[in-house]
């Protein structure tokens, strides 16, 4: 069992920044791969980016290329987004989650999530 717990998120400013970290504990190993989704209001979840926890791998969606940036520090069982250059439509609740195999990309393929923090970027 792996439980994750999201911090970080908050109210900002179109043009600011936010970092969210993830902090992972229970049976965490190195064949997960560690995801950021978000979901707003009346929308479906969503792919932000992705990272593996044993050599750092990651991919992103394109809404997040240049902007966001995923990293992990494995010595905390933690995962962090740095979200840059905000923009209105990045305001949704911004979830954690890992997995074992299957789908980078799709929610589907995570077995354990967090809570979710809310990220809100007012105009």
């Known amino acids: 069992q792996v439980q994750l717990v999201e911090s970080g998120g908050g109210l900002v400013q179109a043009g600011g920044s936010l970092r969210l970290s993830c902090a992972a504990s229970?049976?965490?190993?190195?064949?997960?791969?560690m995801g950021w989704f978000r979901q707003a209001p009346g929308k479906e979840r969503e792919f932000v980016a992705a990272?593996?926890?044993?050599?750092?791998?990651?991919t992103y969606a394109d809404s997040a290329k240049g902007r966001f940036t995923i990293s992990r520090d494995n010595a905390k069982n933690t995962v962090y987004l740095q979200m840059n250059s905000l923009k209105p439509e990045d305001t949704a609740v911004y979830y954690c989650a890992a997995r074992k195999s299957g789908s980078y990309y799709d929610p589907r393929s995570y077995d354990y999530w967090g809570q979710g923090t809310q990220v809100t970027v007012s105009s």
């Open positions: 229970g049976r965490t190993f190195s064949g997960n791969v």
């Open positions: 990272i593996t926890w044993s050599i750092g791998y990651t």
